[in-house]
């Protein structure tokens, strides 16, 4: 199956920093990509949907201007938490969808970021 | 309000033995239906994906069904590993959205230990 590659699997940051995190589709073209955040033995939340070229599209309560979201090609979008606080800790998870509609379009998470804000 | 619900919350069996999971959604317009295995601390791997009209598909030991008149599916492990060990996400997907998975609504999942 299609491979989506997220990087860094585990990051600790100070507090008040900013840290940056990749998603890649290997091997396929994604127009559209997701970042989701988990809380412990909590279900995927939404947090925005990022398209190529163009401004992400934010999920209500999310802070655009804390999470920047880059899309600059098909195969990257990039998250970056600004200014890092404890609260922002969390597993961050990126999604990539192939080309095409309903069923014969599939979704692909990446391994996931563990964000340890200290 | 598009809700999908998951039960057990956990379950632990032996290994070797068969397991149901359950999933029931109240999701409208309906277009598809997936489950998910997240290993703990990784991103989740799909299993199946089912649309409106199939009943069921399969995935090696699992098989998922789906009953889109009561709104319920089901995920059956068959001979269960340890390494089925992990959470198990049910997850539905609104319709007339072209598959946009800003639509998709996560349940909590089912967080399934095999023991030996």
């Known amino acids: 199956g299609a491979v989506v590659s997220q990087h860094p699997s585990r990051v600790i940051c100070k507090s008040g920093t900013s840290v940056k995190i990749e998603c890649r589709s290997l091997d396929f073209q994604a127009t559209t990509m997701f970042w989701y955040r988990q809380f412990p033995k909590q279900s995927l939340m939404l947090m925005a949907t990022s398209n190529e070229g163009s401004k992400a599209t934010y999920e209500q309560g999310v802070e655009k201007d804390k999470f920047l979201i880059n899309h600059a090609s098909l195969t990257l979008s990039t998250l970056t938490v600004t200014s890092a606080h404890p609260e922002d800790s969390s597993f961050y998870i990126c999604s990539a969808q192939t080309p095409g509609q309903g069923t014969r379009t599939e979704a692909f998470f990446g391994q996931g970021t563990r964000l340890t804000v200290v | 309000k598009n809700q999908v619900e998951q039960s057990p919350q956990s379950l632990i069996i032996l290994e070797g033995k068969n397991c149901t999971l359950q999933?029931?959604?109240?999701?409208?317009?309906?277009?598809?239906l997936r489950w998910y295995k997240q290993d703990t601390g990784r991103g989740p791997v799909s299993l199946t994906i089912?649309?409106?009209?199939?009943n069921t598909k399969s995935n090696g030991r699992y098989t998922a069904t789906l009953d889109a008149d009561t709104k319920q599916s089901s995920l059956h492990i068959t001979a269960s590993q340890l390494s089925d060990s992990a959470s198990y996400i049910c997850v539905v997907s609104a319709g007339n959205y072209g598959g946009s998975q800003g639509n998709l609504i996560f349940g909590k999942g089912t967080k399934l230990s095999v023991k030996p």
């Open positions: 089912m649309t409106f009209s199939e």
């Open positions: 999933c029931n959604y109240t999701v409208s317009p309906f277009s598809n």
